[in-house]
Structures are given as C-alpha cells and as structure tokens.
C-alpha cells in the first residue's frame, strides 16, 4: 500500500517594501530553511520617486523600484569574476547623475559597455533585446525639446523590468523573466507585487492638522524643489472653490509645454502626479507638521479608489504559517499593501498563529514628527486600522472615514470629473467604497500582530510593554547596536546615535523562538526564571536580549 506523501509545510509571508527590508534578507532565508518552507514578500507598487518617477511619466505603469530591488538582493552569492556577480552588477547599476547619463545608456544597448565583459553571448543578448526595445519606446514617446525621457541616475534593473513589462505586457512575466535571468529560486522565494497591474497606482495620506499629501515620494521623502511652476490656466466653464485646494494644482512648465503635443497620460492625471522626482535625499527631510492618520489610494483624479490586492498575495496569506511586519517605512512600505481590499480578511483568517512585527530601531519622517513620536502600540494600531479598513471595517472612533463624496482637497480637480473612472484597470481592479461596517468592541489588535520583536536604546520608538500584554501582544526585546550619525559641524569628528540596528544571529533566534523552532526550551526557561523572580511580572512581556544575540 503506497503512502501519501505529506503536505508541505505552510510559507512564510512578509510585508515590506525595498532598502531598509533588503538589510534582512537573510535573515529571513534562514528562517526559511530552518522551517524547510517557501518564503513570499509582498511588495507595495505606489513608489513614484527616483528613477521610476520618470518610468512612470513616459510610460504609465506601476512604481518598480522596491521589486527590483529585492529580486537583484535575492541573487545568490557568486565569485566577484562570475556571470552571476556581473547580472547582479548591471541591474544594481545607475546611471549618471549628470549629461553623460544617456552616453552610458548607450552604451549598454549597443553591447559596448564594461558591464558586460563577464556577460556570455547568449544571455547578453537576451538582456540587451529588452533594452533595445525599451530604447525604441523612449524615442517613439519623444517630444524634443518639450518632452524626453532624462536617463540621469537612472536604474538598470529598473529599464530592464520595463522593457520586459512592455513586451509581455504583464508585469508578473516581467518579474518572472528578471528572477530566471538572475538564478532568483522563485519555487521556494517568491516576490510579489502587492496590486498586479500595468497602471500607475497612486496613494495619498492625511495628517492630523487636516493637510492632504498626494504621492508616495511627497509622504516619505519630498524631491528637491522643482523650478517655478506657471500658474494653471483658468477653465471659464468651472467655478472658482469657496476655499483653496489643500493640493498645489500648478501646473510645471514641462506639463504645460507638452500640452502642444498629444499627452499619452489617462484623462485628468494630477500634474503633481507627473513631476520628475529624480533627486531626493532618504535623510535630510523636514518633519511633518503632524502625525499621519491615514493612507489611501486616489484615481486620476484624486479621488479615492480601492485597488484589490493581487490574487497571489491573498494565497500566500492564507497558505501562511507566519506572516511578518518587516522593517521599513511604516505608511509607504507597510500600510499600502494592507489597506487593499481582500488583505485584511486574509490576514484576519489566515492559519498564521505568529503576527510578528520587527520594530523599526528609529524613527523616520512617516512616525514624527519629533514633538509626538510613534510608540510600539501606535505602529500597531496603524497596522489594526488599516486591515480593518481593508474589510470595510472602521472603529466608532476613527476620525477620516472615507465619504463617496469627493473631498475638499480634491474638489478643483474632481468638480468637473466623470463618475467613471478613466483608469481602464479599475473596472476590474477597484470597487466604489462599500457599506462601512462600525466595530462597536474597539479594534482586534492580536488578529493582525501576536508578537513585537524590538531593539532599545537611542532613537527607537517607545515599547510599554504592560499596555501590549493588555492587549494580548507578546514582546521580545533583541540585543541591537547603535546607528551613530556624524554631526556635521565644521571639523568635528563627534557623532551621535541615532538608532539600533538588529544583530542578524540574533534576529534569527529570535524568529526561531517565536515560531517554535530550536528555541522552546530556551524560552520558556527564560520565562519561568522571570517569572520566580518577580510573581507580579504581566504576561507577554519577555526581554530575551540575555538570551537571544
């Protein structure tokens, strides 16, 4: 009698965005083989900053910055002088920052470039069959002197999942070609992106002091200042609003000169939409005047939509044994990818028994401003609302509840907007705003995070860890070390912490806890001797940093 064979084991599922999360990939890749299971991260695609701020200008299309970022991280580790370590080279590569950017483009579409050196034939010209055609697009789209696209700090990996998205016309073969030509093992690591779409996907956030912040780039980390926008020019048919927009509807001189051309761009697109975000800087930003409340997605039009989430994040989640909150920005890398429909119920029925979020160990512009800083339990209970809002679920207390209504931050450029909306991924991909449901009991904080794994020290956000055994959250405090940053004074050599960052070892123990794996004994050995010593001590509470790192 033959033997069925077993099932496999379930996955893990991790949220994320790109640099920050990058840091722990393997991290996760050991965990992963330690529970002999498959690995998916969900990445959101509202990016419009850096070089795929241009993408998105000249050919519509997702924000795909973070999912190349993660495929090239996910390339094995290879001889400095191999094929594979020259792959990882040219689609880690970036442009130029000045004139000499389009040469060096170039010079990769003809072949002549260094970065192929290591590169055999057959591969080279598969790749370069991409970049030839991306090439062909450009100056198919090209306007001069009005309109064309600017190579400057551009990113290879970037081009090339372009190319491929406008061959295929999918952006999950593009994915998928990229994860085969870099060896990625795809059947056991899988990046998938949050909403699967060939359109621009945009999001917007609302601060407490009612200010709106329209784009992903604006939330996080604002460009350089643009040169002077030329005033819009009035529409005699449209009344002028009792109140200023709260958005800058100016429209930049480039938009408008490409008006005397045809605009390829989906009827109503927001100019603000359509800047160039080339240049910003991920550390020198001024602070929010007040704390972010929440994000949504927005149309053409601005006006809010609700994107479903990709089939293939849903069936991660529900295949899940773990889902993990990693590090990184908290509403641009995180609470995208919650907020889409489907998300919230998945996660809420998953099979998952650990919700693990790994605190960031500081604190950036989306968690500020200085004056109020996020905690533990606000990072939680940003996550809780935004999975909640995913299944149309708002608490009594929630201040912004969505309104059919185009808002006033919007209302200059929706009063003359269609119902319909122009995206043509909408009709399938987004619904109008459902019935919202109250949730009289207050949020179900441990259907979405179970365990806060956490760093302590200069600059991490706070962790009470008494409020979260209230709310039924197990944390876990990691041996970390200091992020210091060099003053900047004229001669000085002083520096000053401004973070912790995670001990990898000790993040793996830490995850192997939790999840039960070569660790259960130390654990609840660690318990118990807490708890003889101190009988009060509330349950939930574990400092594992003499254990764990």
């Not at 991920?282 to 409340?293: F, Q």
């Not at 919230?344 to 950036?364: C, E, F, M, T, Y």
């Not at 794994?453 to 991490?460: I, K, M, S, V, W």
């Amino acid at each position: 009698m033959s033997s069925t064979p077993s099932a496999p084991n379930r996955g893990l599922a991790v949220f994320s965005g790109g640099s920050a999360a990058n840091n722990l990939v393997d991290v996760f890749d050991s965990v992963r083989e330690s529970k002999k299971c498959s690995l998916s991260y969900i990445i959101p695609i509202s990016d419009n900053g850096g070089s795929s701020s241009e993408l998105i200008r000249i050919f519509g299309g997702p924000g795909i910055g973070d999912v190349r970022s993660r495929l090239v991280r996910l390339i094995p580790p290879s001889p400095p002088n191999s094929e594979r370590a020259a792959i990882k080279a040219l689609f880690n590569h970036r442009l130029s920052a000045d004139n000499s950017a389009h040469s060096e483009w170039l010079a990769i579409v003809d072949g002549t470039s260094v970065l192929w050196s290591s590169i055999t034939p057959a591969k080279k010209e598969l790749i370069r069959s991409f970049f030839n055609l991306l090439n062909l697009e450009i100056l198919k789209r090209a306007r001069p002197p009005a309109s064309t696209f600017d190579f400057s700090s551009a990113s290879v990996g970037n081009l090339f999942l372009t190319g491929a998205r406008l061959f295929s016309g999918s952006f999950e073969s593009a994915i998928y070609l990229l994860s085969n030509i870099c060896d990625v093992p795809s059947d056991l690591i899988r990046v998938i992106p949050a909403i699967n779409s060939n359109f621009s996907h945009h999001i917007s956030a609302s601060l407490a002091n009612g200010t709106i912040i329209v784009g992903q780039n604006s939330i996080s980390h604002p460009s350089l200042p643009p040169r002077p926008a030329s005033p819009r020019p009035k529409n005699p048919l449209q009344s002028e609003p009792d109140e200023p927009s709260a958005i800058d509807y100016t429209e930049p001189s480039d938009v408008l000169d490409t008006a005397l051309y045809e605009d390829d761009q989906p009827p109503g697109f927001l100019p603000h939409l359509r800047n160039k975000n080339i240049n910003f800087s991920k550390s020198e930003n001024e602070d929010l005047p007040a704390r972010i409340t929440r994000v949504w997605y927005i149309n053409p039009y601005g006006q809010e939509i609700r994107p479903r989430a990709n089939p293939r994040v849903l069936e991660s989640l529900r295949d899940a044994q773990a889902i993990i909150y990693s590090i990184g920005s908290l509403y641009t890398s995180l609470i995208p990818s919650l907020v889409l429909q489907g998300v919230g119920q998945a996660i809420v029925s998953s099979p998952a028994r650990h919700k693990i979020l790994i605190l960031n160990g500081s604190l950036d512009r989306e968690t500020g401003p200085p004056s109020d800083p996020f905690s533990a339990v606000d990072f939680i209970e940003a996550i809780t609302r935004a999975g909640e809002e995913s299944r149309g679920r708002i608490p009594l207390d929630a201040a912004q509840v969505p309104s059919p209504q185009p808002s006033a931050s919007t209302s200059s450029a929706s009063d003359t907007a269609s119902s319909s909306n122009p995206d043509p991924d909408t009709s399938t991909n987004t619904e109008s705003f459902p019935t919202i449901e109250p949730i009289p009991q207050g949020l179900p904080y441990t259907s979405y995070v179970t365990h806060v794994l956490h760093l302590e020290g200069p600059g991490t956000p706070h962790v009470d860890k008494d409020r979260l055994a209230e709310m039924g959250i197990e944390t876990l405090r990691l041996y970390g070390r200091k992020i210091v940053s060099s003053t900047g004074g004229s001669g000085s050599d002083a520096a000053i912490p401004i973070g912790m960052r995670y001990d990898s070892n000790g993040l793996i123990q830490a995850l192997e806890v939790v999840l039960g794996k070569k660790g259960d004994g130390m654990l609840r050995g660690a318990v118990s001797r807490r708890n003889t010593l101190d009988p009060g001590r509330k349950r939930g509470s574990r400092d594992l940093s003499n254990y764990v790192g």
